[in-house]
C-alpha cells in the first residue's frame, strides 16, 4: 500500500516536499516512480530511483525536483523546487502496479 502527503497550494517559484508511505514493501529493495496528472491530461512519468538508489527525471522536472529515500522510515520523497503554474496536478507514487490515492499540488499566485 502506498500514501502519499505533502500536496497544497504553493506560490509560483516555491517549494513543496511530498511523501510516500509504502508497507508491505520493503523500498530500498524495490525500484519507485513518481508520476502526476493534470486535469484533462494523462498520467505522466516524472521520476524513477532504482535499487541502488540511482535517480532518473523527465526533462521537464530535472534540476527543479529532487527524489530521495528514507530506507529507515521505508518512506520516499520527491522534494519539488521553483514550482511553476504547469506543475499543478495529482501526484502519485507507484511501484509497478501499485499506486496511492494521489496528493493535488496546486501552483498558484
Known amino acids: 500500500q502506498l500514501v502519499e502527503s505533502g500536496g497544497g497550494l504553493v506560490q509560483p517559484g516555491g517549494s513543496l516536499r511530498l511523501s510516500c508511505a509504502a508497507s508491505?514493501?520493503?523500498?530500498?529493495?524495490?525500484?519507485m516512480a513518481w508520476y502526476r496528472q493534470a486535469p484533462g491530461n494523462q498520467r505522466e512519468w516524472l521520476a524513477t530511483?532504482?535499487?541502488?538508489?540511482?535517480?532518473y527525471y523527465d526533462d521537464s522536472v530535472k534540476g527543479r525536483f529532487i527524489f530521495s529515500r528514507d530506507a529507515a522510515k521505508n518512506m520516499i520523497y520527491l522534494q519539488m523546487n521553483r514550482l511553476k503554474p504547469g506543475d499543478t496536478a495529482v501526484y502519485y507514487c507507484?511501484?509497478?502496479?501499485?499506486w496511492g490515492q494521489g496528493t493535488q499540488v496546486t501552483v498558484s499566485s
Open positions: 508491505g514493501k520493503d523500498i530500498s529493495r524495490i525500484g
Open positions: 530511483m532504482s535499487i541502488d538508489g540511482t535517480t
Open positions: 507507484n511501484h509497478k502496479t501499485a
